[in-house]
């Protein structure tokens, strides 16, 4: 899951606002973030190299150490402690752990395969991404629209008032990423638009993913909080 999983952060800046909605977004997406580390690391390589050639369906990649279950002891903890620390709240701590494990249950249903630990160990997830991807995306899009409406029902509750312009920017950026999947879930970009081979040492997958991710959270971080309270 990509978009689903910065709705959740939403929701724990509207209960939690004495945590800082970027904190949120980037722990939200924890797993994600240092599965970009530990492929540069060279421990959860990424293919097909090739950024044109990738799509849901044929990404490979064993996420050992940033989505396994057994690993992710570790970052619960790891997670609790920087929310604590930051925020000098145990509230926030707690809630840094849930998110990730938000993350873990999100990905179980519309997501990558994942294990206990290694390959060779007990399989967790639906594995919708090589299976069947586009029913991976509805379930994402789903989720995220209901977490969508929650959250502006909350905000309405609260007094909370937002223009259409800047609802529709908030929205559009969760479209984008459901888009950006609904391209890349069984074809190719060098299929879609029929592009030659070719080699650039910038040509890979992952800065596509990186770049994707990034410019959500700087939307997300800029147009969420740009609201009116009456109260």
Same mark, same amino acid.
């Given at each position: 899951m990509l978009a689903g999983h910065f709705t959740t952060?939403? &929701?724990?800046? #509207?209960?939690?606002?004495?945590g800082t909605l970027l /904190?949120?977004? &980037?722990?939200? #997406?924890? #797993? @994600?973030?240092l599965w970009f580390i530990f492929h540069y690391l060279g421990i959860e390589r990424t293919q097909p190299s090739?950024?044109? @050639?990738a799509t849901l369906s044929n990404m490979v990649v @064993? *996420?050992? /150490?940033?989505? @396994? %279950? %057994?690993? #992710? %002891?570790?970052?619960?903890a790891l997670a609790f402690i920087i929310g604590k620390t930051l925020f000098k709240s145990t509230r926030i701590g707690l809630v840094s752990a849930v998110l990730l494990l938000a993350h873990l249950i999100l990905d179980f249903f519309s997501g990558h395969m994942h294990h206990l630990f290694g390959a060779d160990t *007990?399989?967790?997830?639906?594995g919708l991404y090589a299976s069947n991807p586009y029913l991976a995306i509805a379930i994402e899009a789903i989720f995220s629209m209901l977490v969508l409406w929650y959250f502006f029902r909350e905000e309405t509750k609260k007094g909370i008032t937002r223009t259409i312009k800047?609802?529709?920017? &908030?929205?559009?950026?969760?479209? /984008?990423?459901?888009?950006? *999947?609904? %391209?890349?879930a069984t074809r190719s970009f060098r299929t879609l638009f029929n592009i030659p081979e070719f080699d650039l040492s910038f040509n890979t997958n992952m800065p596509t993913l990186i770049f994707t991710y990034g410019i959500m959270l700087y939307c997300l971080n800029y147009f969420v909080p740009k609201f009116k309270s009456s109260k």
């Open positions: 952060a939403l &929701i724990a800046k #509207q209960k939690f606002p004495k /904190y949120f977004l &980037i722990i939200s #997406q924890f #797993q @994600d973030f090739d950024a044109f @050639d @064993d *996420m050992l /150490y940033s989505h @396994d %279950l %057994l690993p #992710q %002891l570790f970052w619960f *007990m399989e967790a997830g639906l800047n609802k529709v920017a &908030i929205v559009s950026v969760f479209v /984008y990423g459901i888009v950006f *999947m609904l %391209l890349i």
